[in-house]
């Protein structure tokens, strides 16, 4: 199809919606209006999890929300790891806060950016709004955490436009997927447990071949990045239009496969890095290679699990740090860390929270009600409110009562 036959088209996989690469404008709220509604105490508590150096929000936009009337506090050194100093913050109209528990303990709104891990739960208190990313499906005790604390959790991954795409997601999958690629090719080394192969190859030396399971934002990413390393890669999705736009959109070492049992297992014997990078929206994400499988892949074959933290690609993984990433089994390394975009944290503090600020601002504006009221994306954020499941996928998963909330 020519190229400009795409104009105007949009394609819809696996719950994400793929647009052509061309300039779209489109109007959306003036964050910038001073006409807030009321006055919010909003904390930004430094990220506790392995290695996780990403912070809630950057000093431009707790600019923004003191500008409109409401009380930012920062946790001491919170954002040191993204680059930012304790002077940055109080620039922008922050106070800075000893503790995590000052922080907890001060406000009302929490942004952050992983779920609260275990040091947090008592922390967390009724009524609060805790807005970050808690990919509540794969986390049995950080659900049961959150219902008992009685707090209102409103999700990044599953807030969703009415097209389908999940703008909160996105930036994080955007970089998750380039790491994934280096980070298997830095794994296929053979000092690291990998096969030896250089993931380019060099002239008279074929390259090594990557598999991408999944064609969404993470997957395209990883694919692009194997490909302009050089590598061999093949890119397998369920949708057929999905295919179709990345057979034309990505170079001539990409190729496209449709993704089911047998085609899967039809690459494994000659792979060298598998990428898993399929999402269910709030979901746990399927196993598409087992156990069996793995004797199908020589030794030293690098699987990078990208959708860990919904439960993983394949069934033999399980979630790492970045302090310990790797692990062997059956001659296969499995790299599965929760929170990749962590190593970067500079330039993942500053995607996401350009993609997170309008968000906070009508939540900070509005309170998470008449917020999610108003804009319906928002809306499919809640998972739990005041003890209660409110997202479907999560109460099936742990076999809990869902109860729709009438906003």
């Known amino acids: 199809m020519p190229k400009n036959n795409w104009q105007g088209q949009t394609f819809f996989f696996q719950n994400s919606l793929v647009l052509p690469n061309f ?5 959306v709220e003036d964050i910038h209006s001073t006409k807030n509604l009321r006055h919010m105490k909003v904390g930004i508590p430094k990220e506790i999890k392995n290695n996780e150096n990403r912070v809630g929000m950057t000093p431009a936009g707790v600019a923004e929300l003191t500008r409109r009337g409401h009380e930012v506090s920062v946790q001491h050194t919170a954002g040191e790891g993204s680059g930012f100093s304790d002077d940055d913050y109080v620039a922008a109209g922050a106070r800075i806060l000893p503790t ?4 907890y303990r001060e406000c009302d709104m929490i942004v952050k950016v992983k779920e609260p891990i275990e040091p947090e739960y008592e922390l967390v208190r009724k009524g609060q709004l805790i807005f970050t990313y808690f990919h509540f499906a794969c986390e049995k005790e950080l659900t049961e955490a959150m219902l008992k604390s009685g707090a209102v959790c409103l999700a990044y991954e599953t807030v969703q436009l009415p097209n389908g795409s999940l703008p909160l997601l996105q930036p994080m999958s955007e970089v998750a997927g380039r790491m994934a690629t280096l980070n298997g090719a ?13 993931i380019s190859g060099v002239p008279g030396v074929s390259p090594a071949k990557v598999l991408v399971l999944g064609g969404g934002v993470v997957g395209e990413a990883a694919a692009l990045m194997a490909a302009g390393l050089g590598a061999d890669v093949t890119i397998a999705d369920i949708s057929l239009p999905r295919l179709r736009q990345l ?13 089911s049992e047998h085609n899967i297992r039809q690459q494994l014997p000659t792979v060298d890095i598998v ?15 087992n156990k069996e499988m793995l004797q199908l892949m020589e030794p030293g074959t690098v699987l990078v699990d990208v959708a860990i933290d919904q439960g993983g690609c394949f069934e033999t993984s399980h979630p790492t740090t970045h ?12 790299y599965c860390v929760a929170n990749i975009p962590g190593a970067v944290p500079n330039t993942s503090t500053l995607a996401l929270t350009n993609a997170t600020l309008r968000y906070a601002v009508a939540l900070a504006d509005k309170g998470w009600q ?11 954020g809640l998972n739990i409110v005041e003890g209660k499941v409110v997202f479907k ?4 998963v742990f076999g809990l009562p869902y109860e729709p909330l009438t906003l």
């Open 323 to 334: 302090s310990d990433p790797v692990y062997i089994e059956d001659g296969i390394v499995h």
């Open 393 to 396: 996928a999560v109460a099936d």
């Open 247 to 259: 057979d034309i959109e990505t170079p001539a070492n990409v190729h496209t496969l449709y993704s």
């Open 370 to 380: 008449k917020a999610c009221r108003d804009d319906a994306a928002l809306a499919k």
């Open 275 to 289: 990428v898993g990078s399929v999402l269910v929206p709030g979901d746990k994400t399927p196993h598409l290679i």
């Open 23 to 27: 300039l779209f404008i489109f109007a």
């Open 100 to 103: 995590i528990e000052a922080v």
């Open 186 to 198: 830095y794994y296929l080394q053979k000092t690291k447990g990998g096969k030896g192969k250089l």
